[in-house]
């Protein structure tokens, strides 16, 4: 690779031996230094049994001395804007943010337009996929038609097509009714139902938390139990159907405290959390500031520690980019009016990086939360360095200081609460099946 930064070279798979290197394995909690071979797009071998000047011409050897090598991220909730809202993000684009920030797969939301409810839009993103992406890029279908929460799509055909779960998208399944029959239906298959998790009642006119500063800004507030009302009536339903759950971006600590009972019941459920949820609380909405919008809305500071806490014992199974783009015209509007949501590829690995900086989890936990779980719950065979698997994986620096600056992200949209931050922790290099996509310079 010349001076580019990306590789869009599909043919261009050689091999490599990354020396000196701290390779982490998340699940096992350990860190070993050794080398680790790539060939033929696969992990070949690991370990200090390598003789690195023993090694044929075949192999290029990069040295990793003072980096981390870790599997790649897998992010599990991410809008990806194609087809529909192209000016936002691409196929293309969304494939840059993902890949410079460590993101080896990612799996985009069905809220496009048309809405993928069918599986003739999974077979068209993910032929586009192939492509034009640098990353490995999944699909979730809509539980309902549309979006509209009337009635079910064609959930066992998009299965078939290689959807990995079901959900509305930025809403919930308003109708318990409808919720019920889609749980109910996907059992069948061991289909996986994914909630945005508000009382749309509740919910439908507020812009940030209810509380204090709502009050004190003006502006309507969501209450934080709307959070909880959705969790505690899906969670009679899964009792009732036995269906595998899962819970989208937890922002309170009331959601925190039903999903740790409801596991320790043996219900099948998980849940994610995002980045704002445990770096920012909703002081960030002071002087109005949009680009802290998000839904669900950011959250006091006790609910802030709860998040922490539910990371760090084990309820939230997963850490999420919760990727939303948005252009600069819908977001520098006046409070009410401007789109929820932030830009979160390229932040995702510094502000998770930032948990374990804080003493608030360790490496192999850390990690486990953006790769090796997000797998087991997605049913994908990846987020572990395993020999004879493909080697998606990615050098980064832990230590490296940077300053967040949206102007750089290669995302085509700019919006993040997390503008002027000092985070450390750089991912340098991404290989994706074996093919080194991505190299800072």
């Known amino acids: 690779m010349h001076m580019e930064e990306f590789n869009f070279n599909k043919k261009s798979a050689e091999n490599y031996a990354l020396v000196n290197a701290d390779i982490l394995f998340p699940g096992k909690k350990i860190l070993i230094r050794s080398t680790l071979l790539i060939k033929n797009k696969l992990v070949e071998d690991f370990g200090d049994h390598i003789k690195v000047n023993e090694l044929n011409d ?3 050897i990069i040295d990793c001395k003072g980096l981390i090598v870790s599997p790649g991220i897998i992010d599990m909730r991410v809008q990806i804007r194609e087809p529909g809202l192209e000016h936002q993000e691409t196929i293309k684009s969304i494939s840059k943010s993902a890949c ?14 048309p809405v993928i409810d069918q599986p003739a839009l999974i077979h068209s993103i993910q032929r586009k996929a192939r492509e034009v992406a640098l990353t ?15 009635e079910i799509a064609e959930l066992q055909l998009m299965k078939e097509s290689g959807a990995l779960g079901y959900t509305d998208a930025i809403r919930a399944v308003a109708d318990a009714r409808v919720m019920r029959r889609a749980l109910t239906y996907v059992k069948s298959f061991d289909g996986l139902i ?7 009642s509740l919910s439908r006119e507020g812009v940030v938390n209810e509380g204090e500063i709502s009050t ?3 502006l309507k507030g969501i209450p934080s139990y709307a959070e909880a009302m959705i969790i505690e009536r899906d969670l009679w339903l899964v ?18 405290e039903i999903i740790k009972k409801a596991k320790k019941e043996g219900l099948n459920i998980t849940c994610d959390t995002a980045p704002p949820y445990f770096t920012l609380n909703e002081l960030a909405v002071e002087n ?5 919008k998000l839904s669900p809305p950011l959250r006091t500071e006790e609910d802030r520690v709860s998040i922490i806490n539910g990371i760090n014992d084990g309820t939230i199974d997963a850490i999420v980019s919760d990727h939303t783009p948005q252009d600069q015209d819908a977001k520098r509007l006046p409070f009410n009016q401007a789109e929820y949501g932030a830009v979160g590829l390229e932040t995702l690995l510094s502000l998770t990086l930032g948990l374990v900086r804080n003493n608030s989890i360790d490496l192999c936990k850390a990690f486990s939360l953006i790769t090796e779980n997000p797998a087991k719950i997605l049913g994908l065979n990846s987020g572990q360095i395993k020999k004879g698997e493909e080697a998606d994986i990615i050098i980064f620096d832990p230590s490296k200081p940077w300053k967040i600056n949206p102007e750089k992200f290669y995302s085509k949209s700019k919006n993040t609460p997390f503008d002027g931050m000092v985070v450390e922790g750089k991912n340098l290099m991404t290989f994706v099946r074996g093919r080194l996509v991505f190299r800072s310079q």
């Not at 410079?100 to 337009?113: A, K, M, Y």
């Not at 699909?139 to 979006?147: E, F, M, P, V």
């Not at 009792?239 to 925190?256: C, F, G, L």
């Not at 109005?288 to 802290?292: E, V």
């Open 194 to 200: 994914i909630q945005h998790p508000e009382e749309i």
């Open 136 to 150: 490995k890029i999944f699909c979730t279908g809509a539980i309902t038609r549309n979006l509209l929460g009337k």
């Open 288 to 292: 109005y500031r949009t680009f802290s």
């Open 100 to 113: 410079s920030g460590g993101i080896t797969s990612l799996v985009c939301l069905p809220n496009t337009n």
């Open 239 to 256: 009792r009732d159907t036995k269906s595998r759950y899962h819970v989208s971006h937890i922002s309170t600590n009331a959601a925190v």
């Open 216 to 218: 004190r800004l003006g």
């Open 58 to 60: 075949d192999y290029k």
